[in-house]
């Protein structure tokens, strides 16, 4: 792992991720330890937290993990609560799970529906439910994963759209309510970034060459510059910043 910009202010500081085994979660939690963060994270794929875990050994005493289905609430909001008596406090929390499964809009059921925002919104108002206590005390920083997807809408996928809208609503009512007690609360809305995950699904070969002819900057997005993002966003350098939903996209709205 590399360092590619420092923040003094983050070290120490700790950070609670959501879906923080794999892709941008991991490039996140990656990202936060290299500034000096205390890092706590929650994902259901226990195996990919474990590799990671290992992969990190050498900051074992910066992490904790513990296995979460998010759409269980309360054990998502226990989980938080541990973290910050884990780690006494809480600073930063980034509401990253997501899933962009696709249906057919005409044939989505209830369930499928439901579950989508189950997964995609439910969690970071929860998340955020149980972390502002802890971020009132000393301000904070609250991230919330939306997408250029709730902008530009996309075939298939108008739970995923729908749940992302809802985290832009999200953001602007959080920071118009806690942003007195010196909490900042802003939305990153990637563009198509190239996780394992969308490499082995959605993102083939003629969906890059696609992407590359509609943004300006003719690059793929990697998760360690999702990341990037969210550190600047976290850090006292964004002070003034809040309410915000903040594109990276290459150019591509």
Same mark, same amino acid.
Request: charge should be negative; charged fraction near 15%; proline fraction near 2%.
């Given at each position: 792992m590399?360092?590619?910009?420092?923040?003094?202010?983050?070290?120490?500081?700790? /950070?609670? +991720?959501?879906?923080?085994?794999?892709?941008?979660?991991a490039?996140?939690v990656?990202?936060?330890?290299?500034?000096?963060?205390q890092?706590?994270?929650? *994902?259901?794929?226990?195996a990919?937290a474990?590799?990671?875990?290992?992969?990190?050994?050498?900051?074992?005493?910066?992490?904790?993990?513990?296995?979460?289905?998010?759409?269980?609430?309360?054990?998502l909001?226990?989980?938080?609560?541990?973290?910050?008596?884990?780690?006494?406090?809480?600073?930063v929390?980034?509401?990253?799970?997501?899933?962009?499964?696709?249906?057919?809009?005409?044939? +989505?059921?209830?369930?499928?529906?439901?579950?989508?925002?189950?997964?995609?919104?439910?969690?970071? #108002?929860?998340?955020?439910?149980?972390? +502002?206590?802890?971020?009132?005390?000393?301000?904070?920083?609250?991230?919330? #994963?939306?997408?250029?997807?709730?902008?530009?809408?996309q075939?298939?996928?108008?739970g995923? /759209?729908?749940?992302?809208?809802?985290?832009?609503?999200?953001?602007?009512?959080?920071?118009?309510?806690?942003?007195?007690?010196?909490?900042?609360?802003?939305?990153?809305?990637?563009?198509?970034?190239?996780?394992?995950?969308?490499?082995?699904?959605?993102?083939?070969?003629?969906?890059?060459?696609?992407?590359?002819?509609?943004?300006?900057?003719?690059?793929?997005?990697q998760?360690s *510059? /999702?990341?990037?993002?969210?550190?600047?966003?976290?850090?006292?350098?964004s002070?003034? +910043?809040?309410?915000?939903?903040?594109?990276? *996209?290459?150019?591509?709205?």
């Amino acid at each position: 792992m590399s360092l590619s910009a420092h923040y003094p202010c983050l070290a120490h500081k700790s /950070v609670f +991720i959501t879906g923080g085994a794999t892709g941008i979660g991991a490039a996140m939690v990656r990202a936060f330890l290299l500034q000096g963060a205390q890092v706590a994270f929650v *994902d259901l794929d226990n195996a990919q937290a474990e590799k990671l875990l290992n992969e990190l050994s050498e900051f074992s005493a910066q992490l904790w993990f513990r296995c979460v289905d998010v759409r269980q609430l309360t054990h998502l909001q226990q989980a938080i609560n541990a973290a910050a008596e884990h780690f006494a406090g809480l600073s930063v929390l980034i509401n990253n799970v997501a899933n962009d499964k696709r249906f057919d809009t005409e044939h +989505i059921s209830v369930d499928e529906w439901q579950n989508c925002l189950q997964i995609n919104l439910d969690p970071a #108002f929860f998340a955020s439910q149980a972390a +502002i206590p802890f971020l009132k005390k000393q301000g904070g920083a609250i991230i919330n #994963f939306s997408s250029i997807n709730a902008i530009t809408g996309q075939p298939n996928m108008a739970g995923y /759209v729908t749940a992302k809208a809802g985290l832009i609503g999200l953001t602007k009512a959080l920071a118009r309510d806690y942003g007195g007690y010196g909490i900042r609360v802003n939305a990153i809305l990637p563009g198509w970034v190239a996780t394992e995950r969308q490499l082995e699904s959605w993102f083939t070969a003629e969906e890059q060459q696609r992407w590359l002819e509609t943004t300006c900057i003719k690059q793929f997005i990697q998760p360690s *510059d /999702v990341a990037n993002l969210a550190l600047f966003l976290a850090s006292e350098q964004s002070a003034l +910043i809040t309410g915000q939903g903040i594109n990276i *996209d290459a150019g591509r709205i």
